[in-house]
T-cell receptor, first 116, second 109 residues
């Protein structure tokens, strides 16, 4: 496989469930990102990992918990979510996140989350 | 504050030309990106501008004026497959990406 792969593509969960989203990149990139995409809203950056170290946490509620075991894999653990958390969750990777201007992101197709 | 404005939706005809505008006010500037996102798919990189002027890449061109805080994406010889959302993003002084809400482009035969 090439590019950025996200699983599952669709997830329905109740507010008391615990689930995880998985992201895998085969590009040799060193930075990985979680974004939230809601209809007609700008992409919201949630977390950034650079060389497996978390470098950004944009005031995300603790019910979202990221994990980056290595530079190829990224997880988003979900627990006690709210209906307003329903959205498309996009994973992305880039060469690194060290301040280069042309830092092109490669995105996965996203995990569509519905919280009942 | 930081702000990026794009039209919410545009409609154009197959074979025609369409220009999608993006205006911005950000804390610093380290480049402007355009991404294309088909429904249900990943956003994909189209272009990057850091200097003023026009960058041409096949049927797509991207223009930047830093003094005016303005960019546009120009799509020529429109095809049905160009129906998608087009996302404008600015890299600010901290090298963080600030995203617009995207422009949904509808192509009609």
């Amino acid at each position: 496989e090439t590019g950025v792969t996200q699983t599952p593509r669709h997830l329905v969960m109740g507010m008391t469930n615990k689930k995880s989203l998985k992201c895998e990149q085969h590009l040799g990139h060193n930075a990985m990102y979680w974004y939230k995409q809601s209809a007609k809203k700008p992409l919201e950056l949630m977390f950034v990992y650079n060389f497996k170290e978390q470098t950004e946490n944009n005031s995300v509620p603790s019910r979202f918990s990221p994990e980056c075991p290595n530079s190829s894999h990224l997880f988003l653990h979900l627990h006690t979510l709210q209906p307003e958390d329903s959205a498309l969750y996009l994973c992305a990777s880039s060469q690194d996140n060290t301040g280069s201007g042309a830092n092109v992101l490669t995105f996965g197709a996203g995990s569509r989350l519905t919280v009942l | 504050g930081q702000n990026i404005d794009q039209p919410t939706e545009m409609t154009a005809t197959e074979g025609a030309i369409v220009q999608i505008n993006c205006t911005y006010q950000t804390s610093g500037f380290n480049g402007l990106f355009w991404y294309q996102q088909h429904a249900g798919e990943a956003p994909t990189f189209l272009s990057y501008n850091v200097l003023d002027g026009l960058e041409e890449k096949g049927r797509f061109s991207s223009f930047l004026s830093r003094s005016k805080g303005y960019s546009y994406l120009l799509l020529k010889e429109l095809q049905m497959k160009d129906s998608a959302s087009y996302l404008c993003a600015i890299m600010d002084s901290n090298y963080q990406l600030i995203w617009g809400a995207g422009t949904k482009l509808i192509i009609k035969p």
